[in-house]
């Protein structure tokens, strides 16, 4: 046979086996032997996702299958298109049996680790995979030699599903502590929507350089070299750094800013007459706008996958949703990569280090650094030296070859930011050292190529927020492009309307007093009437519950319910205030 060679039955002494590229994929004696010893010996515990490498002859299914505890899903996965079709039917009569486990279709492996934390998932044959926080663990079983000839794949797939699986549980962890804030923000928030500017009428409208500004320390080096130039570029800075450019005498010409808590007021003291325009997360503090004195532009990071974020979309309530990246510099970057008006405008990246130097977390001006100085005393010397000594802190190589501290969280950042960011063109690393992000070093001194600064001003966002003009039901929309290229460029969608968060507001309220009216004992009803009602009303309203720590799921459990009682009458609060400000509008 040569390598090109169909999968075939072999006869075995107990048996059958299949040989395939000149090799026995199972023992020539008792072919199923072994895997019945592996799945006797593994324990599988309860909310475990097994991966069956390989299954072919599908041999230890049936004895996986009834060893399976509760919450617990068998997904065998064969990415070999010869030995996928060849196991086809074995796994087909598996299914029949038992719907728990399920043969995953090759083009499906790729995405099954995000497809783990995907509401209402489903493979390509229509199974349905079980809802996010099922899984608590992946165990991966080789069932045959076929494991073999993609090994480095497959323990690439469980190592992402391990990873998808872990993360979804960390989220858990911030949306317990942050969840409840975010949702409440997110509520005031959105009553200002039609005061703001449309952020998508800003996307592909800025023609010189953009430098994206993090508060890492290489902020400073970049920001001396920045004042020879300044009109040559487009800056973009996160909250943080705003302090350090202003002490610098440099405004920048945006700030980004997704921090949910009014903590980070310390990074507007004395800038509200600036005016200095602001992206902010439809989850950030409702504070930044009154803070900076200049127009807001929202946009939307879905930091939760759930039902009432997926209804406001579908309503269009939403401006313009980007993907959840973690960290504030990550959505620079890619709020950068969407302002300029094509890849030949060049995007540069500084402060965002994910690493410091001992002492010294963020650059010289940031809050943090201030802080640090100004709680300084004989007994607490200048610098944050305990965050080179906390947990999980580590010394390693910066792009500099110096040492330099980062964290498993900091590290994590710079890994992502690699892998979301690493192949955009015309993206450039303009720091002089931190962690290593993938990307071209350059200095912003630096031009030619594909994009040299303009001597023409490019348009300034100030410019097309002061054109925005009322519409008939009150809300505002903003002006796309300069009057020059109006013509070419479609119309952009517009913001969401007074009336229609107006409708949305009363509807969500109402709802809210009657889910009240059944939990205090207001309304009387049948308690099996009770429980179907309170199910319609808050199975969907996630934001109630979504910081319990068993909040991934709605639960008609007594303490559950006590806990959303405990939570309504803040919510309904914000709602009405919400409702009133919006209402109250001229």
């Known amino acids: 046979m040569d390598e090109t060679d169909s999968p075939c039955l072999v006869p075995a002494r107990q048996g059958m086996t299949v040989r395939y590229r000149k090799k026995n994929l199972y023992s020539l004696y008792n072919p199923a032997a072994v895997i019945e010893r592996t799945i006797a010996l593994n324990t599988i515990l309860p909310g475990t996702l097994v991966l069956c490498v390989s299954p072919c002859l599908c041999y230890g299914i049936p004895s996986l299958l009834k060893k399976l505890p509760e919450r617990c899903i068998a997904?065998?996965?064969?990415?070999?298109?010869?030995?996928?079709?060849?196991?086809?039917?074995?796994?087909?009569?598996?299914?029949?049996?038992?719907?728990?486990?399920?043969?995953?279709?090759?083009?499906?492996?790729?995405?099954?680790?995000?497809?783990?934390?995907?509401?209402?998932?489903?493979?390509s044959d229509g199974t349905r995979l079980p809802p996010p926080g099922t899984i608590r663990r992946v165990l991966t079983i080789t069932f045959s030699a076929g494991a073999a000839i993609h090994a480095d794949y497959y323990n690439a797939v469980y190592a992402a599903c391990t990873t998808a699986v872990g993360q979804f549980w960390k989220n858990r962890v911030t949306l317990t502590k942050l969840g409840r804030r975010f949702s409440r923000n997110l509520i005031r928030n959105l009553a200002d929507i039609p005061d703001t500017v449309s952020a998508r009428s800003l996307f592909g409208t800025v023609d010189r350089p953009i430098l994206v500004c993090g508060a890492g320390p290489s902020l400073i080096t970049t920001a001396i070299a920045l004042k020879k130039n300044r009109a040559a570029f487009f800056v973009l800075a996160v909250d943080a750094a705003l302090p350090v450019l202003l002490k610098m005498e440099l405004t920048p010409d945006a700030l980004v800013c997704e921090e949910a808590q009014g903590a980070i007021a310390d990074a507007f003291f004395g800038c509200r007459s600036r005016r200095i325009p602001v992206f902010a997360g439809i989850t950030s503090w409702n504070g930044i706008s009154r803070a900076t004195g200049g127009s807001t532009a929202y946009f939307a990071s879905r930091y939760?996958?759930?039902?009432?974020?997926?209804?406001?979309?579908?309503?269009?309530?939403?401006?313009?949703?980007?993907?959840?990246?973690?960290s504030v510099g990550l959505t620079a970057t890619l709020l950068a990569l969407s302002l300029r008006q094509n890849d030949t405008?060049?995007?540069?990246?500084?402060?965002l280090d994910f690493s410091h130097p001992v002492g010294r977390t963020h650059a010289r001006g940031a809050p943090a650094t201030v802080r640090d100085i100004s709680t300084a005393g004989r007994l607490r010397p200048v610098g944050n030296y305990a965050a080179a000594c906390a947990y999980g802190a580590a010394l390693v190589p910066g792009i500099d070859g110096k040492l330099t501290v980062t964290t498993k969280v900091l590290s994590g950042y710079a890994a992502e930011f690699r892998g979301v960011f690493a192949q955009e063109k015309n993206l450039f690393d303009a720091r002089h050292h931190g962690l290593e992000i993938g990307l071209a070093r350059r200095d912003i001194t630096a031009t030619g190529g594909s994009c040299p600064p303009k001597a023409a001003p490019s348009p300034e966002i100030t410019r097309i927020a002061s054109k925005a003009t009322a519409v008939s039901d009150g809300s505002?929309?903003?002006?796309?492009?300069?009057?020059?290229?109006?013509?070419?460029?479609?119309?952009?969608?517009?913001?969401?309307?007074?009336?229609?968060?107006?409708?949305?507001?009363?509807t969500e309220l109402a709802a809210l007093k009657t889910a009240r009216a059944l939990l205090s004992g207001e309304t009387t009803i049948h308690r099996t009437q009770r429980d179907t009602q309170l199910a319609r009303l808050l199975s969907d309203r996630e934001y109630l519950y979504l910081h319990f720590p068993d909040g991934y799921r709605y639960?008609?459990?007594?303490?559950?319910?006590?806990?959303?009682?405990?939570?309504?009458?803040?919510?309904?609060?914000?709602?009405?205030?919400?409702?009133?400000?919006?209402?109250?509008?001229?």
């Open 476 to 506: 505002h929309t903003a002006t796309a492009v300069p009057p020059q290229q109006e013509q070419a460029k479609p119309l952009h969608p517009p913001l969401a309307t007074r009336a229609a968060l107006t409708s949305w507001y009363r």
């Open 345 to 351: 405008v060049c995007v540069f990246v500084t402060g």
């Open 75 to 123: 997904l065998g996965i064969e990415v070999d298109d010869a030995l996928y079709r060849f196991s086809q039917p074995y796994a087909a009569a598996c299914t029949e049996a038992d719907n728990r486990f399920c043969l995953v279709a090759p083009d499906d492996i790729a995405a099954l680790p995000v497809r783990l934390n995907t509401r209402h998932a489903c493979l």
């Open 555 to 586: 639960s008609p459990d007594r303490s559950f319910l006590k806990r959303i009682r405990a939570e309504l009458d803040f919510f309904i609060k914000d709602f009405k205030q919400a409702l009133r400000r919006l209402t109250a509008a001229p």
């Open 304 to 326: 939760s996958d759930t039902a009432f974020f997926e209804h406001l979309e579908q309503l269009r309530l939403l401006p313009p949703v980007l993907p959840p990246l973690g």
